[in-house]
């Protein structure tokens, strides 16, 4: 390799004497180098080479740095010695809470500490920033031309122009036989799941076309779920619950969940919720297979539910126009909400669990703001939205009889006309976004449908949380890890985010009974400062002899106190109490 230097190995080599100088090897020296060095170099001169090694360094902010005019092992200065530079705004975009002066802190080691967090603060900042040049994929949408509207543009338009890969994502399955269908994707949109209203039964990888399981259950079936994997489904049939794994065997009937109509998945939680013909809402445990609650709504036939993404509450509509929201540690609604004027149709929520959309029979569409309970916009349909469906980037699907309406931000502003359409041969029954794919999963009576939505879905999926692409040790290990990230049904509730902050009334109260039990303020700040003596009297071990005693003395009586103020309280409830009276007997005549 050659030398910064422009001379050759060969020719160093030549020069100290026909000996190839290896990198840890110094130079030899001439005598107006060694008379140049002075001190310094008669102290390293002591028979030891000192070799020109440069040290490499890890510095939080990215690849190894190097100082100026230093070699690398090869002998070649490194170009890049320092970090890319970042864009502020990709910065700002992965900043997280504000920067506190170290002068509102009092203390060295508050000072320090802060520091440290904020050194790690923007460590992190900087390697999320970093991570962003590393998403290989980018979000879109449908762009017309000048005096087009993309809602005329039709599906086979679509798969014409757009890649063999994604073109193969629109088809039908045409089963006319058992239909109408109720479908399911998986979290990571890998694996789908259709049900037959009649009884057939299918799961299958869509994007390999490949089937894992077929069969007819030969009753009614009115909804299906996966779980928290691909290997289990649930099947809400006529009579009871079922599971089933990915092989198309019943492995267990849950008879306490009867006449169930709709079901929803808390992923996180590994809760199953079902809602009942009766009137019922019942969750379910599957990691250990116990009800965790059962309440009765008293609102009638509960055939509307969805649940909102962000903390786990359920959303139940009823035929008097409200919606109701549900949590399994409460009897009674969180939240009672008058939607419609009419019967309430399809409930749906964003990811983010901000916004709510319903559709009623008063053929309207209303938008609500979950944090403060009032509706944004209001749209009127031509004909009443059955379904509703939100993806992962904010699209809302509506489905009107047997035309799918994709509307895109619906929330933000007015929207004069839909984004897409595309209409099916028969009612729709089926409505769902599939994640991380362009793909909107329709089932109706005919069948099944999938529909090209460009910018549904998430661009990059998080290969630790959904992976489509994982091998079957790899679901194994995340099984295993989410089974002990299991959050309990208790931690359920309106504003998860309180469940860090501090309760101040709770620690006053507990200050209180500490108080009062110990008969002193441990925390008190005045403390007794003993006089100083003379003649060596006021020594350290004297004072603190003296405040020790005082102390205990203070604390003996405070006890003291405590323990008067229970006695007589005591006495008061006796002689309070009345005295039971003996019955009249012959000797009583006798008392005096």
Not at 125 to 135: F, P, T
Not at 313 to 329: E, K
Not at 352 to 381: C, E, Q, W
Request: proline content about 6%.
């Amino acid at each position: 390799a050659p030398d910064p230097r422009g001379e050759s190995m060969d020719k160093m080599a030549a020069r100290s004497g026909g000996k190839r100088r290896r990198y840890w090897e110094t130079e030899p020296e001439t005598k107006g180098d060694a008379a140049g060095r002075g001190a310094g170099a008669r102290r390293g001169a002591r028979g030891r080479a000192t070799a020109h090694i440069c040290l490499r360094t890890k510095t939080p902010g990215g690849p190894v740095a190097r100082g100026r005019g230093t070699r690398a092992l090869s002998g070649k200065l490194d170009p890049f010695s320092r970090p890319a530079p970042l864009p502020q705004g990709r910065l700002q975009k992965y900043k997280r809470g504000r920067d506190i002066p170290a002068s509102e802190l009092e203390g060295r080691r508050a000072k320090s500490r802060l520091q440290q967090a904020d050194k790690l603060s923007k460590y992190a900042q900087r390697l999320a920033a970093r991570s962003d040049q590393l998403l290989p994929e980018d979000a879109g949408f449908l762009e017309a031309d000048e005096g087009e509207d993309t809602c005329t543009i039709l599906q086979q338009d679509i798969a014409t122009v757009v890649d063999i890969t994604s073109s193969a994502k629109y088809f039908n399955l045409d089963l006319p036989q058992f239909g109408p269908y109720r479908i399911n994707y998986t979290r990571n949109g890998r694996h789908l799941l259709l049900a037959g209203r009649r009884g057939h039964v299918a799961a299958l990888d869509w994007h390999t076309k490949r089937l894992l399981c077929e069969m007819n259950v030969m009753e009614r079936v009115n909804d299906i779920r996966w779980l928290h994997t691909e290997t289990m489904f649930a099947v809400a049939q006529k009579k009871w619950l079922h599971i089933y794994d990915n092989q198309g065997i019943e492995l267990h009937c849950v008879k306490k969940f009867n006449d169930v109509l709709r079901m929803e998945f808390l992923p996180y939680h590994f809760l199953l919720a079902t809602c009942s013909a009766p009137g019922f809402l019942q969750y379910l445990d599957i990691s250990v297979g116990k009800e965790v609650a059962a309440i009765c709504t008293k609102a009638g036939r509960l055939d509307v539910m969805t649940h909102n993404p962000h903390n786990g509450i359920i959303h139940l509509g009823h035929p008097q126009g409200t919606v109701t929201l549900w949590s399994p540690n409460v009897k009674e609604p969180l939240v009672k909400m008058l939607c419609h004027k009419g019967g309430v149709r399809a409930v749906a929520v964003d990811n983010s669990g901000l916004y709510m959309a319903t559709s009623g029979l008063d053929h309207k569409l209303n938008i609500f703001d979950v944090r403060t309970y009032r509706p944004l916009h209001s749209y009127l349909l031509p004909a009443g939205a059955a379904h509703l469906t939100f993806s992962q980037r904010d699209l809302l699907g509506v489905a009107c009889g047997n035309t799918v309406h994709v509307y895109k931000d619906v929330h933000s502003a007015m929207v004069r006309s839909p984004y897409l359409s595309h209409a099916v041969r028969q009612g729709v029954h089926g409505l769902q976004f599939c994640p991380y794919e362009d793909v909107l999963g329709v089932g109706h009576g005919l069948g099944f449908t999938s529909m090209l939505v460009p910018g549904a879905g998430e661009a990059n999926f998080d290969g630790l949380e959904c992976n489509p692409y994982r091998s079957k040790k790899q679901r194994q290990e995340w099984e295993v890890k989410a089974l002990l990230e299991k959050l309990q049904p208790e931690l359920i509730s309106l504003e998860p985010d309180r469940l860090g902050q501090v309760d101040p009334i709770s620690m006053v109260q507990r200050h209180r009974d500490r108080v009062e039990r110990l008969g002193y303020d441990p925390t008190e700040t005045e403390k007794f400062e003993p006089r100083r003596r003379m003649k060596g009297r006021s020594s350290s071990g004297n004072l603190e002899r003296r405040k020790k005693l005082v102390a205990s003395g203070d604390q003996r009586d405070g006890v003291r106190r405590s323990v008067e103020q229970k006695v007589k309280m005591q006495q008061q409830q006796k002689m309070a109490a009345p005295t039971p009276s003996l019955p009249p007997s012959a000797l009583t005549r006798f008392n005096k």
